[in-house]
Protein backbone atom coordinates (compact mmCIF):
# COMPACT_ATOMS: atom_id res chain seq x y z
CA UNK A 1 0.00 0.00 0.00
CA UNK A 2 1.46 3.43 -0.71
CA UNK A 3 0.57 7.09 1.06
CA UNK A 4 0.82 10.55 -0.36
CA UNK A 5 2.73 12.97 1.05
CA UNK A 6 1.20 14.90 3.48
CA UNK A 7 -0.22 14.61 6.68
CA UNK A 8 -3.17 12.60 5.36
CA UNK A 9 -4.54 10.98 2.52
CA UNK A 10 -4.87 13.03 -0.71
CA UNK A 11 -6.36 11.80 -4.06
CA UNK A 12 -4.78 15.35 -5.44
CA UNK A 13 -0.97 13.87 -5.55
CA UNK A 14 -1.30 10.96 -7.00
CA UNK A 15 2.14 11.33 -8.50
CA UNK A 16 3.68 11.58 -5.26
CA UNK A 17 3.98 8.20 -3.28
CA UNK A 18 5.17 6.78 -0.20
CA UNK A 19 4.81 3.13 1.54
CA UNK A 20 3.29 2.01 4.74
CA UNK A 21 6.62 1.51 5.81
CA UNK A 22 8.32 4.80 4.39
CA UNK A 23 5.60 6.27 6.41
CA UNK A 24 6.34 4.29 9.42
CA UNK A 25 9.74 5.23 9.27
CA UNK A 26 9.44 9.34 9.14
CA UNK A 27 6.49 8.85 11.91
CA UNK A 28 9.44 6.73 14.29
CA UNK A 29 11.88 9.72 13.23
CA UNK A 30 9.71 12.59 14.08
CA UNK A 31 9.13 11.09 17.41
CA UNK A 32 12.49 10.48 18.04
CA UNK A 33 13.31 14.03 17.83
CA UNK A 34 10.49 15.22 19.45
CA UNK A 35 11.08 13.06 22.44
CA UNK A 36 15.22 13.71 22.51
CA UNK A 37 14.27 17.70 22.35
CA UNK A 38 11.02 17.92 24.66
CA UNK A 39 11.79 15.92 27.61
CA UNK A 40 13.11 17.79 30.55
CA UNK A 41 9.57 19.53 30.11
CA UNK A 42 7.76 16.20 30.15
CA UNK A 43 9.82 15.64 33.81
CA UNK A 44 8.48 18.69 35.22
CA UNK A 45 4.71 18.00 33.93
CA UNK A 46 4.83 14.99 35.66
CA UNK A 47 6.01 15.75 38.73
CA UNK A 48 3.87 18.87 38.76
CA UNK A 49 0.64 16.24 38.04
CA UNK A 50 1.83 14.24 40.56
CA UNK A 51 1.78 16.67 43.20
CA UNK A 52 -0.41 17.09 45.80
CA UNK A 53 0.13 19.94 47.47
CA UNK A 54 -0.66 23.25 46.49
CA UNK A 55 2.04 24.89 43.03
CA UNK A 56 1.35 28.07 44.53
CA UNK A 57 4.31 29.36 46.02
CA UNK A 58 2.13 31.21 49.33
CA UNK A 59 0.51 29.13 51.69
CA UNK A 60 1.06 25.24 52.11
CA UNK A 61 3.94 24.58 50.14
CA UNK A 62 4.93 21.85 47.99
CA UNK A 63 8.32 20.44 46.63
CA UNK A 64 7.63 22.17 43.15
CA UNK A 65 5.73 25.72 42.77
CA UNK A 66 6.71 27.07 39.59
CA UNK A 67 8.89 26.02 36.11
CA UNK A 68 12.03 27.79 36.76
CA UNK A 69 12.26 26.71 40.78
CA UNK A 70 11.44 22.96 39.33
CA UNK A 71 14.33 22.91 36.56
CA UNK A 72 16.53 24.74 39.56
CA UNK A 73 16.01 21.98 42.00
CA UNK A 74 15.80 19.31 39.78
CA UNK A 75 19.20 20.27 38.45
CA UNK A 76 20.94 20.79 41.82
CA UNK A 77 19.23 17.10 44.03
CA UNK A 78 19.27 15.09 40.32
CA UNK A 79 21.41 17.05 38.09
CA UNK A 80 21.27 16.78 34.38
CA UNK A 81 19.91 13.47 33.73
CA UNK A 82 17.13 14.25 36.21
CA UNK A 83 15.56 16.19 33.23
CA UNK A 84 15.85 12.94 31.09
CA UNK A 85 14.47 10.39 33.39
CA UNK A 86 12.65 7.65 31.77
CA UNK A 87 14.30 8.65 28.66
CA UNK A 88 14.63 4.87 26.91
CA UNK A 89 11.41 3.91 27.68
CA UNK A 90 10.28 7.25 26.18
CA UNK A 91 12.16 6.88 23.23
CA UNK A 92 10.80 3.06 22.41
CA UNK A 93 7.23 4.45 22.94
CA UNK A 94 8.06 7.73 20.86
CA UNK A 95 9.18 5.95 18.01
CA UNK A 96 6.38 2.98 17.90
CA UNK A 97 3.55 5.25 18.89
CA UNK A 98 4.87 7.82 15.87
CA UNK A 99 4.97 4.94 13.11
CA UNK A 100 1.54 3.13 14.36
CA UNK A 101 -0.31 6.41 15.10
CA UNK A 102 1.00 8.08 11.19
CA UNK A 103 0.61 4.26 9.36
CA UNK A 104 -2.72 4.29 10.32
CA UNK A 105 -3.90 7.91 9.88
CA UNK A 106 -3.15 7.73 6.34
CA UNK A 107 -4.55 4.18 5.82
CA UNK A 108 -7.71 5.59 7.39
CA UNK A 109 -8.17 8.29 5.56
CA UNK A 110 -7.78 6.62 2.38
CA UNK A 111 -10.30 4.34 3.28
CA UNK A 112 -12.31 7.20 4.02
CA UNK A 113 -12.08 7.83 0.30
CA UNK A 114 -12.60 5.09 -1.01
CA UNK A 115 -15.09 3.43 0.81
CA UNK A 116 -17.47 7.16 1.12
CA UNK A 117 -18.12 10.08 -0.68
CA UNK A 118 -16.49 11.93 2.38
CA UNK A 119 -13.19 14.15 1.26
CA UNK A 120 -10.77 12.80 2.88
CA UNK A 121 -8.64 16.32 3.50
CA UNK A 122 -11.81 17.41 5.43
CA UNK A 123 -11.41 18.42 9.39
CA UNK A 124 -14.15 16.03 10.20
CA UNK A 125 -12.46 13.01 8.68
CA UNK A 126 -9.21 13.99 10.04
CA UNK A 127 -10.87 14.67 13.66
CA UNK A 128 -12.29 10.86 13.53
CA UNK A 129 -9.22 9.38 11.82
CA UNK A 130 -6.79 11.44 14.01
CA UNK A 131 -8.78 9.59 17.32
CA UNK A 132 -8.95 6.41 15.85
CA UNK A 133 -5.44 6.15 15.06
CA UNK A 134 -3.62 7.79 18.57
CA UNK A 135 -6.53 4.95 20.08
CA UNK A 136 -4.54 2.33 17.97
CA UNK A 137 -1.74 3.67 18.79
CA UNK A 138 -2.09 3.88 22.52
CA UNK A 139 -3.09 0.07 23.07
CA UNK A 140 0.39 -0.81 21.56
CA UNK A 141 2.66 1.00 23.72
CA UNK A 142 1.13 1.74 26.98
CA UNK A 143 3.04 -0.40 28.78
CA UNK A 144 6.31 2.22 27.74
CA UNK A 145 4.38 4.66 28.57
CA UNK A 146 3.30 3.69 32.18
CA UNK A 147 7.26 2.88 32.52
CA UNK A 148 7.78 6.00 31.27
CA UNK A 149 6.02 7.78 33.86
CA UNK A 150 7.58 5.51 36.65
CA UNK A 151 11.26 6.54 35.55
CA UNK A 152 9.79 9.95 35.07
CA UNK A 153 8.14 9.95 39.20
CA UNK A 154 10.87 8.18 41.07
CA UNK A 155 13.22 10.54 42.77
CA UNK A 156 16.76 9.24 45.02
CA UNK A 157 17.00 6.99 45.64
CA UNK A 158 15.99 5.25 42.64
CA UNK A 159 13.29 2.39 43.15
CA UNK A 160 14.09 0.67 39.42
CA UNK A 161 17.57 0.71 38.40
CA UNK A 162 16.82 0.07 34.85
CA UNK A 163 14.27 -0.75 32.27
CA UNK A 164 15.07 -4.63 32.69
CA UNK A 165 14.90 -4.17 36.57
CA UNK A 166 11.47 -2.37 36.11
CA UNK A 167 9.62 -4.58 33.68
CA UNK A 168 10.54 -7.67 36.28
CA UNK A 169 9.45 -6.02 39.23
CA UNK A 170 6.28 -4.56 38.27
CA UNK A 171 5.36 -7.97 36.78
CA UNK A 172 6.19 -9.86 40.07
CA UNK A 173 5.05 -7.61 42.48
CA UNK A 174 1.91 -6.27 40.66
CA UNK A 175 0.90 -8.74 38.10
CA UNK A 176 0.74 -7.38 34.01
CA UNK A 177 -2.40 -5.17 34.92
CA UNK A 178 0.26 -2.69 36.42
CA UNK A 179 1.02 -2.08 32.51
CA UNK A 180 -2.12 -1.17 31.84
CA UNK A 181 -2.96 1.49 34.60
CA UNK A 182 -4.46 4.14 33.52
CA UNK A 183 -5.79 2.97 30.28
CA UNK A 184 -9.68 3.91 30.34
CA UNK A 185 -8.35 7.55 30.67
CA UNK A 186 -5.99 7.84 28.56
CA UNK A 187 -8.29 6.26 25.73
CA UNK A 188 -11.33 8.42 26.88
CA UNK A 189 -8.60 11.57 26.22
CA UNK A 190 -6.54 10.36 23.14
CA UNK A 191 -9.28 9.87 20.95
CA UNK A 192 -10.48 14.21 21.43
CA UNK A 193 -6.93 15.01 21.54
CA UNK A 194 -5.51 12.96 18.98
CA UNK A 195 -8.24 14.20 16.89
CA UNK A 196 -8.32 17.91 17.68
CA UNK A 197 -4.73 17.82 16.55
CA UNK A 198 -4.81 16.30 13.04
CA UNK A 199 -8.54 18.79 12.20
CA UNK A 200 -7.05 21.94 14.64
CA UNK A 201 -3.18 21.26 12.31
CA UNK A 202 -5.64 20.92 8.40
CA UNK A 203 -7.97 23.98 9.71
CA UNK A 204 -4.68 25.97 10.67
CA UNK A 205 -2.77 25.26 7.42
CA UNK A 206 -6.05 25.77 5.46
CA UNK A 207 -6.46 28.99 7.35
CA UNK A 208 -2.21 29.88 6.15
CA UNK A 209 -2.31 28.53 2.86
CA UNK A 210 -5.31 31.29 2.73
CA UNK A 211 -3.64 34.21 4.21
CA UNK A 212 -0.65 34.08 2.54
CA UNK A 213 0.30 32.89 -1.10
CA UNK A 214 0.00 29.17 -1.30
CA UNK A 215 2.82 28.99 -3.73
CA UNK A 216 5.68 30.43 -1.34
CA UNK A 217 6.84 26.88 -0.74
CA UNK A 218 9.70 28.29 1.09
CA UNK A 219 7.63 29.09 3.81
CA UNK A 220 6.39 25.59 4.49
CA UNK A 221 8.45 24.36 6.99
CA UNK A 222 7.78 27.42 9.36
CA UNK A 223 3.88 27.12 8.24
CA UNK A 224 3.99 23.39 9.24
CA UNK A 225 6.06 24.25 12.44
CA UNK A 226 3.63 27.14 13.92
CA UNK A 227 0.22 25.24 12.57
CA UNK A 228 1.49 22.10 14.33
CA UNK A 229 2.61 23.95 17.73
CA UNK A 230 -1.11 25.64 17.40
CA UNK A 231 -2.83 22.54 17.10
CA UNK A 232 -0.95 20.82 19.91
CA UNK A 233 -2.10 24.29 22.15
CA UNK A 234 -5.67 23.89 21.21
CA UNK A 235 -5.87 20.06 21.71
CA UNK A 236 -3.87 19.58 24.93
CA UNK A 237 -5.74 22.61 27.04
CA UNK A 238 -8.93 21.12 25.97
CA UNK A 239 -8.40 17.27 27.38
CA UNK A 240 -5.48 18.15 29.97
CA UNK A 241 -7.37 16.61 32.85
CA UNK A 242 -7.79 13.22 31.18
CA UNK A 243 -4.08 13.43 31.18
CA UNK A 244 -3.61 13.79 34.85
CA UNK A 245 -5.86 10.84 36.08
CA UNK A 246 -3.84 9.01 33.71
CA UNK A 247 -0.44 9.79 35.20
CA UNK A 248 -1.75 9.75 38.78
CA UNK A 249 -3.28 6.21 38.47
CA UNK A 250 -0.15 5.50 36.51
CA UNK A 251 1.68 5.50 39.93
CA UNK A 252 -0.89 3.19 41.64
CA UNK A 253 1.44 0.83 44.21
CA UNK A 254 4.68 3.17 43.89
CA UNK A 255 3.56 5.25 46.00
CA UNK A 256 6.96 4.65 48.20
CA UNK A 257 8.81 6.17 45.47
CA UNK A 258 6.84 9.25 45.91
CA UNK A 259 7.27 10.16 49.39
CA UNK A 260 10.60 12.02 49.01
CA UNK A 261 7.73 14.23 46.86
CA UNK A 262 5.14 14.93 49.62
CA UNK A 263 2.06 13.82 50.11
CA UNK A 264 0.88 10.44 48.12
CA UNK A 265 -2.53 9.19 47.68
CA UNK A 266 -4.34 5.80 46.45
CA UNK A 267 -6.81 6.12 43.97
CA UNK A 268 -9.10 3.51 42.83
CA UNK A 269 -10.42 4.21 39.46
CA UNK A 270 -10.83 6.78 37.42
CA UNK A 271 -14.56 8.40 39.03
CA UNK A 272 -12.54 8.01 42.69
CA UNK A 273 -9.46 10.19 41.57
CA UNK A 274 -11.53 12.65 39.64
CA UNK A 275 -13.74 13.03 43.44
CA UNK A 276 -10.75 13.14 45.85
CA UNK A 277 -8.68 15.40 43.12
CA UNK A 278 -11.97 17.91 43.22
CA UNK A 279 -12.28 17.34 47.06
CA UNK A 280 -8.80 17.83 47.90
CA UNK A 281 -7.29 20.45 45.57
CA UNK A 282 -10.60 21.90 43.99
CA UNK A 283 -11.22 22.33 39.93
CA UNK A 284 -7.24 24.18 39.72
CA UNK A 285 -5.82 20.71 40.83
CA UNK A 286 -7.33 19.26 37.63
CA UNK A 287 -5.02 21.44 35.63
CA UNK A 288 -1.98 20.77 37.65
CA UNK A 289 1.01 21.23 35.28
CA UNK A 290 -0.51 22.37 32.64
CA UNK A 291 2.02 25.18 32.24
CA UNK A 292 4.54 23.12 31.38
CA UNK A 293 2.46 20.43 29.68
CA UNK A 294 1.39 23.57 26.80
CA UNK A 295 4.83 24.47 26.39
CA UNK A 296 5.21 20.89 26.14
CA UNK A 297 2.50 20.25 23.72
CA UNK A 298 3.54 23.23 21.42
CA UNK A 299 7.13 22.40 21.02
CA UNK A 300 6.18 18.69 20.76
CA UNK A 301 2.98 18.60 18.44
CA UNK A 302 4.92 21.34 16.13
CA UNK A 303 8.32 19.41 15.94
CA UNK A 304 6.62 16.25 15.01
CA UNK A 305 4.07 17.46 12.57
CA UNK A 306 7.36 19.39 10.94
CA UNK A 307 9.64 16.68 11.16
CA UNK A 308 7.32 13.86 9.91
CA UNK A 309 6.27 15.90 6.55
CA UNK A 310 10.36 16.98 6.52
CA UNK A 311 11.45 13.11 6.31
CA UNK A 312 8.62 12.44 4.05
CA UNK A 313 9.73 15.13 1.68
CA UNK A 314 13.31 13.98 2.07
CA UNK A 315 12.23 10.30 1.39
CA UNK A 316 10.42 11.33 -1.83
CA UNK A 317 13.14 13.31 -2.91
CA UNK A 318 15.74 10.38 -3.05
CA UNK A 319 12.93 8.54 -4.46
CA UNK A 320 12.86 11.19 -7.10
CA UNK A 321 16.44 11.59 -7.69
CA UNK A 322 17.21 7.44 -7.71
CA UNK A 323 13.98 7.31 -10.49
CA UNK A 324 16.11 9.75 -12.74
CA UNK A 325 18.90 8.27 -12.21
CA UNK A 326 17.56 4.99 -13.06
CA UNK A 327 16.40 6.58 -16.63
CA UNK A 328 19.82 8.53 -17.16
CA UNK A 329 21.50 5.00 -16.98
Same mark, same amino acid.
Given at each position: ? !??????????????????????????????????????????? /?????????????????? &???????????????????????????? @?????? !???? @??????????????????????????????????????????????????????????? %???????????????????? %????????????? %???? @???? %????????????????? @? /????????????????? &???? !??????????????????????????? !???????????? /????????? &?????????????????????????????????? /????????
Amino acid at each position: M !YFRRMVGYDPSTDGRLLSSSEVAMAGSLSGLVTRALISPLDVI /KIRFQLQIESLSSHGTQG &KYHGILQAVGLILREEGLPGFWKGHVPA @QLLSVS !YGAV @QFVSFEMLTELFHVSTSLDPRSPAVHFLCGGLAACSATLAVQPLDTLRTRFAAQGEPKV %YRNLRNAIFTMFRTEGPVAF %YRGLFPTLLAVFP %YAGL @QFSS %YNLLKRTWNLVLLKDQT @Q /KDSLRNLLCGSGAGVIS &KTVT !YPFDLFKKRLQVGGFEQARAHFGKVRT !YHGLVDCACQIW /KEEGFRGFF &KGLAPSLLKAAFSTGLTFFSYELFCSLMLSAKKA /KKRKRKED
